[in-house]
């Protein structure tokens, strides 16, 4: 999932419920992917189920989980200094206290954090969390414990996830795990195994749930969620072997994304992320008939050049994603397009980068997530290609990708001066207590004075000003999502 790479830290958990009568602590976080953000979710379901509630405060846990990712060797890191910090506490203050790896990072690295490096109680890949009451009650008696392996069935729809971080407006709903893409940078197949979805009448059910909870938007999450298909249960790739009543009836990506749009009129719904090679004309059309259906697609390319993106095993060419571009304008034209980029790939030429760059004028993105290729252990392209792109050109390319973004980023946004959009009110602003900030439909950011209104709020918004990733406008009433 690519979009999902930014490294992000969810700090200290916040519930917005708590179970009566639970006494352990459990401090959880999260680095990487929205997935991880999401898994962590269904862990903290877990452990309250095991009498923990989350904490805030590092030192009073009895437990506490790191929620890993591998994507880029920076990620690693970033975790390697939080095992530091919890075991200075644990040290210190909380001898107690047990320390847990969870997800990609775990699953790459498995014994190791055990045996060589002994920073850590316990080891649990992706698929193993239901597993996680037996792993504590062996780390209890004294023994280190380990399960990372991966799943051909799992997806967690049997579990109510726990809701962290949450502003109690928008949620996360995994719909798929795994991937079947092998590009060659990428570590999520091997961390995260075959692609599988999970049966529809179990999300429908999450989001209902989160309805009735005053959510009111939901984000359908996958590492690719065009490959959603479910037939009864297994792994994708082995559809063709499904029998013929499993096959007809089979629900794909463009037909669950109808269903929650037809179930939940009143609810906003994102997705993420897509792949270009598996994106049908069927989705877009299902975007462009519903309203509640948010008219924004994250569309990852990685690079502008045909070589490259052989190099990488991108299941398309540059000309085949411009006519998928080309589609989405048509189909949705007021719809936003994003980005993942790499720079600096093996072999990648100053030819190559053009190719990007000028694939880049061609879409005009709104904004995107542009990185320095990362060798990843275990992936083909660290196996058979030499990292030979100098640390400094990586950078130079990488500066140049994101600047252009930046010019394109504000282009798009002056787009909508002079213009109404409809937002929903996620936060108070980061820069003032008298500022709301929410999303439009395309998923920009929208700022506007408080006034009377308040977090969960549909609005109008008149838009006075823009940079290059922000709205600035002024309130001009509820919208129709509010009102009806």
């Not at 275990?378 to 500066?399: C, F, I, S, W």
């Not at 700022?447 to 990733?469: A, H, L, M, Q, W």
Request: proline share 3%.
């Amino acid at each position: 999932m690519e979009k999902e790479i930014e490294e992000q830290k969810q700090g200290s958990s916040l519930v917005l419920e708590q179970k009566a009568g639970n006494t352990k602590k459990l401090f959880i976080e999260s680095y990487g992917c929205a997935m991880n953000f999401s898994d962590s979710e269904i862990v903290a379901s877990i452990m309250t189920n095991e009498g923990y509630n989350t904490t805030t405060i590092l030192e009073e846990a009895d437990l506490v989980l790191v929620n890993t990712c591998s994507i880029r060797d920076k990620a690693e890191q970033t975790v390697r200094k939080r095992l530091e910090k919890y075991n200075a506490v644990k040290r210190e203050v909380n001898p107690k206290m047990k320390v847990g790896v969870l997800g990609c990072m775990a699953e790459r690295l498995k014994e190791k954090f055990l045996d060589e490096e002994k920073i850590v109680d316990m080891v649990v890949g992706p698929d193993a969390y239901k597993d996680l009451p037996n792993l504590l009650r062996e780390v209890e008696d004294g023994r280190d414990a380990i399960n990372v392996i991966l799943s051909k069935e799992e997806t967690y729809g049997d579990i109510s996830p726990v809701r962290l971080m949450s502003n109690g407006v928008t949620a996360l709903v995994s719909i798929t795990r795994g991937c079947d893409n092998m590009c060659t940078f990428c570590v999520v197949p091997f961390t995260r195994g075959r692609e599988r979805s999970r049966e529809p009448q179990s999300i429908l059910g999450e989001i209902s749930d989160l309805w009735n909870k005053g959510f009111k938007e939901v984000t359908l999450l996958g590492q690719n969620v065009d490959s959603y298909l479910w037939y009864g249960g297994g792994l994708k790739k082995d559809f063709e072997k499904a029998t013929e009543m499993q096959q007809a009836t089979a629900v794909d990506f463009d037909q669950l994304l109808e269903m929650v749009a037809i179930q939940f009129p009143k609810m906003r719904i994102r997705f993420s992320t897509s792949n270009p090679q598996d994106m049908h004309e069927s989705v877009l059309h299902v975007i462009a008939k519903y309203p509640n259906i948010c008219k924004h697609v994250h569309l990852p390319v990685q690079s502008g050049s045909d070589r490259v993106l052989k190099a990488m095993n991108r299941l398309h060419t540059r000309a085949e994603y411009m006519a998928l571009i080309d589609k989405i304008k048509t189909i949705l034209p007021e719809s936003s397009i994003t980005q993942d980029m790499i720079a600096g790939f093996p072999t990648e030429t100053e030819e190559d980068h053009q190719d990007t760059l000028n694939l880049m004028e061609y879409v005009k993105y709104s904004f995107g997530y542009m990185y320095a290729y990362s060798e990843r252990p275990g992936t083909l392209a660290e196996r058979k290609m030499n990292d030979d792109v100098p640390e400094e050109t990586k950078q130079r390319r990488l500066q140049e990708i994101v600047d252009l973004q930046r010019k394109h980023g504000l282009a798009r946004t002056q787009e909508f001066v002079g213009k109404t959009v409809e937002v929903l009110v996620e936060k108070v602003s980061k820069k003032s207590d008298e500022q709301l900030s929410g999303r439009n439909s395309q998923s920009l950011v929208v700022v506007f004075p408080r006034e009377n209104y308040k977090i969960g709020d549909f609005v109008n918004v008149k838009i006075t000003n823009c940079t290059s990733g922000t709205l600035i406008g002024e309130a001009i009433g509820y919208s129709d999502m509010q009102i009806n």
